[in-house]
């Protein structure tokens, strides 16, 4: 069977080569000398003289000849291929995390092939069975917020494909992690804020059920706790609604009466959404309510008041994980790495 | 030579398998039935029960198999991949149209292949070739504000490869094209600026060696023409700086007291440069100076005042452009289409 298998193989390859890419065989053809001459040059043997192999490299390229991948990664085993899943290649701080993954790779002559999960779990196995599929060498993700499974995670390390999660990673899967310390962030950020002199912080959340989200919740208790202030706490369970989330959490208390002084909230968009419900009701910030966001996105700059948020370096983030990754791959190394990327407060004019 | 080479892949081929992947062979012992019939019942056969088909089924997605692609992409002379060039994966309109791309790319399953020129020539040459040295299927392209040759577009063609510009499209290039009317969105929004009773109207441009910002320049002058008022151009030549000239041209215009009633710039990041050197100024938006900026990034709804500005439905684009390069591939069809997004004047409170 494998022999039939072969021959289907070396038949189709013939004829796709022939109609679409400049061949050993066209560029033997042109130099008018043999086919087997070409591909020794091509490949450095030292039979070849160095005029010839430089008379052959010259027209290779004037041809546009490229080496086949398939049969280079059917050699080398390899496809370099880097598969990349993410939950929105939209968001900034994604995308941002992708330019800074295919620099890396580029550089090392690897292409990187993306997939979203648009935060849908189901989608999330498809996408790592497509990479799976695709015999990537390494993948790099950052997790779906409706992951809660992680069977789909083990397919890789089971086929020895290395595997380095960034920010949002999966605690029950043995693989390399980028990440940010958010507890630590969350901790310094409300500190910051109780420094100030502000004794009512609220934390607008995500889920708890998302790891970095209940780490940010810890941080900010913790940090409440220890001068004997008060917890308030509004957490959203659903990922789809960021700024509305923000705005309806300081609609809630505005209609309450329970407007606190100031606010950390859980991401950028939270925090802009609750700027804008302030802003309607005639509170000043940060004169009557401080407000702190999570992640430095573009849009923070921008608004009015400029926001005071947590710079989380994605582009960095993503650097390091390719480095990581490529690393594993070079070396077939399944050490697994814990890389803290160092966050900074970024104060502006909402605090 | 070609038998050797098919069966350097055939054993290669198999030790990958082994190592890696789970194979029919490995059905097979599971089932303690031949690798044949569990081919064939895969392969859906009509000699095989159906009832043995279901059961070799349920068996192979229990044990995570999945067909061979390269195996797959040599019979079928295809990759299911599709290679994606744009010059920054991070700017807001590249990321939302590659979502786009990858949205109707993996319903038709499809993979994508993302590369960045960093709008630099050399580095889309060189994507380029990777592209046709993984044997994409196809090519959506929005290229580089450097490119001025376009003969690494043509290699798509020579090999039958079908490509589709999207935004930035190469015009002496027969390919498929998905583009705004650049022109007339232009045109049109001057004359609201007009139509407003702004008299002195200057355009903070692009490079106008770059097709699109050619076409907005025109728009602008055609308008200003029509209704007799001066034409104020400050174009600038280099890509990388974009708030940097928006701030700079208003500076010269505010240093020389020469500073018009409205700005029209090529971009949202230009016109927001314009707007901080204007309001440091003590000069009022839009009072004094109305701005109109181009794109509608998400920026643009959070500077104060908010930015009236012509939206580009990046991600609609991104779509339409992976439609119609999958109906090419699959129809192998050579068509040329050019196909226009409409946009709209979002008016906010600039103007």
Sequence with gaps: MLATFAATFAATFASTSQMRHTTI???????????????????????????????????????????????????????????????????????SAISGIEEVASKSHYTIIVCQSNENYEREVENAQLMIGHRVDGVIVSISMTTRNADHFREFSKRRIPLVFFDRVCDDVEASKVIIDDYQSAYDAVSFLIGRGRKRIAHFGGSPDVGIYERRLQGY???????????????????????????????????????????????????????????????????????????????????????????????????????????????????????????????????
Tied chains: 1, 2.
């Design 25 to 95: 065989v066209d560029i033997a053809k042109k130099l008018k000398i043999s086919p087997s001459t070409v591909s020794r040059a091509l490949a450095n043997h030292p039979d070849v003289s160095d005029a010839t192999k430089e008379k052959i490299r010259k027209t290779a390229k004037a041809m546009f000849y490229l080496p086949n991948p398939i049969a280079k990664s059917l050699k080398s085993n390899r496809t370099s291929t880097i598969g990349v899943i993410v939950p929105e290649i939209e968001h900034y701080f994604f995308s």
């Design 221 to 351: 208790r913790d940090a409440v706790r220890k001068y004997g202030l008060p917890a308030i706490e509004n957490l959203m369970t659903s990922g789809d609604q960021y700024e509305a989330h923000g705005f309806n959490a300081a609609d809630a208390l505005l209609q309450n009466g329970a407007m606190p002084d100031a606010i950390f909230a859980v991401n950028d968009s939270v925090a802009i959404g609750a700027l804008q419900r302030i802003k309607t009701a005639g509170l000043k910030i940060p004169e009557d309510v401080a407000i702190i966001g999570f992640s430095n996105e573009k849009t923070t700059r921008f608004i009015d008041p400029p926001l005071t948020t947590v710079d989380q370096p994605s582009l960095e983030m993503g650097r390091k994980a390719a480095e990581i990754l490529i690393e594993a791959i070079e070396k077939r190394s399944s050490e697994v790495k814990t890389v803290f990327i160092p966050t900074q407060l970024v104060v502006r004019g909402s605090t």
